[in-house]
């Protein structure tokens, strides 16, 4: 079975462009999650995406959006970049099978460095 | 204070030893705790997840837990430097139905040959 994809896997851009990042997740796993991990805060959750609808959302200012397509793929769009977003943004996607804890599986993630 | 705190290290230790690599929290709602590895350009994976206070055992890999001291562990025996890596803690509470993650900030290994 495929992992977790992303792409792309390297972007550079510039304070006040916007940026949208996919995620491919496990066949069969509806829900994705989405993260930012910087050295300094560790992973901090952004938002929980489950058949199409957000479910979660953390502490993230509303310059940072997602949506799920029909076919579980979800994407990430940041507008109006700042330094301070420059991060690997990592997807993950879960079977949800239990409905407690699953485990999460990880795509490799998105390094977006802010110029 | 954050919820979950970890040393970020490094941690530099030789080929064959043992490390102990800890996570200390506050909230005392949280029921699942897990250890995540993340080598580098690579997304985290899970390695151990408990419930209940005690050791869990994995080959040359233990949880520890103990929820009164709000203080969770893992030990890797006779290290390699394959388990080079950065270790994350996490730990889920329910909130509103949904299992809240929140991760610690991830203890970076590395293992001497």
């Known amino acids: 079975k495929a992992g977790v994809t992303q792409t792309p896997r390297y972007l550079i851009k510039t304070r006040g462009q916007q940026v949208t990042l996919s995620c491919s997740p496990i066949?069969?796993?509806?829900?994705v999650s989405w993260y930012q991990q910087t050295p300094g805060q560790g992973l901090q959750f952004l938002f929980e995406?489950?058949?199409?609808?957000?479910?979660n959302k953390g502490n993230f200012p509303g310059r940072f959006s997602g949506r799920q397509f029909s076919n579980s793929r979800s994407e990430m769009n940041v507008s109006t970049l700042e330094l301070g977003d420059s991060a690997l943004y990592l997807c993950a996607s879960s079977p949800l099978t239990s409905g407690v804890a699953d485990e999460q599986f990880f795509g490799p993630g998105t390094r977006l460095t802010v110029l | 204070q954050k919820e979950v705190e970890q040393d970020p290290g490094p941690l530099s230790v030789p080929e064959g030893a043992i490390v102990s690599l800890n996570c200390t929290y506050s909230n005392s709602a949280f029921q699942y705790f897990m250890w995540y590895r993340q080598y580098s350009r690579k997304g985290p994976e899970l390695l151990m997840y408990?419930?209940?206070?005690g050791n869990k055992e994995d080959g040359r890999f233990t949880a520890q837990v103990d929820k009164s001291s709000k203080y969770i562990s893992l030990f890797i025996r006779d290290s390699q430097p394959s388990d080079s890596a950065t270790y994350l803690c996490a730990m889920t509470l329910n909130s509103g139905g949904y299992q809240k993650v929140t991760f610690g900030t991830g203890t970076k290994l590395q293992v001497i040959p």
């Open positions: 408990t419930y209940s206070s």
């Open positions: 995406y489950f058949s199409e609808t957000q479910r």
């Open positions: 066949s069969g796993h509806r829900s």
